[in-house]
């Protein structure tokens, strides 16, 4: 509740308070665990005669936080912002019902298939569903209107003279999307993120005397502008650069590019020991990151092997269903981190596909049949990110997927949660296994290599989730990773 007595701060904390009193801009990198919504209230506690906002990832964090913050502040997402300024004009559109495939094409008039090659032909529905999908990633963007830019990559286009055509075809029609969107008497189905775009688009100016923008390192282009806008405002950028896992699907990192008085680091984690610790400083290094972590002492952490921990984090989708099964199997209560919509989605299309009947699902959109997807896989460079998913739906059948998602129970029930990386990122939990498709980078020689920046900080937010026991499972090849460097008396680098 408001009002709630807050620690004393640490060195860190304490530098941070000073460098927001001075009335500067910040930039306040947080490492894993490290108290870093302690440390935004103890900065608002130190100006309660003035008015500010804390920007929050998404409503539950922002609940959370306000029951907690100085009064002076407000807590809300920037959902919540626009909804309040621009969203209550179109508030009876929002939650409406559901427009098919075929009537959104109808809206936009998309009225007959278009040839994109010799090889691809798209029904008017889906040409609909990725021009929506276009206007999509407008709203996530910074941009005016929807152009090239927006179109999403499509599996199975590939070539740049197929690209282009497709975009020819596209992006008109995703401009129609928006025209209906933005009328408060249109047609197609309303979401929240129309109206955030269309409150950006405003220039909005907030009332407050300091902003603070949680989760830096992740925010949409859309946000990441508004909250730029405030230039009558104090302003300071929260986040841990190393955590930017999310570029994949339009998100920036806001500090690299912010304008800062102060650049200040939270690297003590009240999370885990210093077991756990040592090994984030490992990917922090190969990261060449300036941060560093330090584990708390009191906290005993440590490096073991785990036959059923709290948690089972995947890289991918489809080792997170294998270990559904595998659960099923022991009979151990399951449950799965945002319930699999998205695999059961998948195994879904693959059920129609082997129908011959398509599918507008986004990653499989441009294939008529589940052969093409075999086929694409198995022979074209661009299938390798699907080629684990298609074999487990071989191996398996689409049926038994859904089957084992459905089977998943509630957290509240599991004795064990699964989960992708990406989807554990903000989660922790006392015992974490490392699935085993982190697998290792090699070379053509079969030399291992250094894994791409992205996979490095997934590595890193999935090492960072466990308080006591990490068991590194398909991370633990890390050491032999760093062998040439610490045998060369070099250390971690970095």
């Known amino acids: 509740m408001a009002g709630a007595v807050v620690p004393k701060p640490t060195g860190e904390q304490q530098a941070a308070i000073e460098g927001f009193t001075s009335g500067g801009h910040m930039i306040l990198e947080a490492g894993a665990g490290s108290g870093k919504t302690t440390t935004l209230k103890m900065l608002a506690g130190q100006a309660p005669s003035r008015r500010g906002v804390y920007l929050a990832f998404n409503k539950a964090v922002a609940v959370e936080a306000g029951r907690s913050f100085p009064r002076n502040v407000q807590c809300a997402t920037a959902h919540s912002l626009a909804f309040r300024t621009v969203g209550r004009q179109f508030k009876h559109r929002l939650n409406g019902r559901r427009v098919r495939g075929r009537e959104t094409a109808r809206i936009l008039g998309v009225n007959e298939p278009f040839r994109i090659s010799d090889l691809l032909m798209l029904a008017p529905a889906q040409v609909a569903r990725i021009a929506m999908e276009t206007v999509t990633r407008f709203c996530y963007s910074a941009d005016v209107e929807p152009g090239p830019q927006h179109v999403p990559a499509v599996t199975g286009v590939d070539e740049d003279a197929v690209r282009r ?23 197609l189905r309303f979401s929240h993120d129309v109206y955030l775009k269309v409150w950006q688009l405003s220039g909005p100016r907030l009332d407050v005397d300091f902003v603070l923008l949680d989760e830096a390192q992740d925010s949409n282009p859309v946000v990441v502008d508004m909250f730029n806008r405030q230039q009558n405002a104090q302003r300071v950028l929260v986040g841990d650069a190393n955590q930017a896992i999310y570029g994949w699907r339009g998100a920036v990192d806001a500090m690299a590019t912010f304008d800062a008085d102060h650049h200040l680091y939270l690297s003590q984690s009240f999370r885990f020991g210093p077991a756990v610790a040592d090994e984030a400083n490992k990917w922090l290094g190969l990261l060449e990151a300036t941060l560093r972590i330090s584990g708390t002492a009191a906290i005993s952490s440590r490096l073991a092997p785990l036959g059923q921990p709290d948690a089972v984090l995947c890289r991918t989708n489809a080792a997170a269903v294998g270990a559904l099964l595998d659960f099923h ?68 059948g689409p049926d038994t997927v859904i089957a084992a998602v459905d089977k998943a129970v509630d957290e509240g029930r599991a004795r064990v949660t699964v989960s992708t990386a990406h989807k554990a990122k903000g989660r922790e939990w006392s015992t974490v296994k490392i699935a085993d498709d982190f697998t290792r980078p090699k070379d053509t020689t079969g030399e291992l290599q250094q894994p791409s920046r992205p996979d490095q900080m997934l590595a890193y937010v999935s090492i960072t989730r466990a308080r006591h026991v990490l068991d590194r499972g398909g991370l633990a090849w890390v050491d032999e990773l760093l062998a040439p460097l610490t045998g060369r008396g070099e250390g971690v680098p970095g």
Request: proline content about 3%.
């Open 329 to 396: 199997e022991a009979g151990v209560p399951v449950a799965i981190v945002g319930g699999g919509w998205d695999i059961k989605r998948f195994a879904e299309a693959a059920i129609t596909l082997k129908a011959g009947a398509g599918t507008h699902h986004p990653e499989l959109a441009a294939f008529q049949t589940w052969g093409q997807v075999q086929d694409y896989v198995d022979n074209d460079h661009g299938g390798a990110d699907l080629k684990v998913f298609v074999r487990l739906i071989d191996s398996h």
């Open 165 to 187: 055509e497709l975009v020819k075809v596209v992006v008109p029609f995703a401009r129609n999307a928006w025209a209906d969107l933005t009328s408060v008497d249109g047609r």
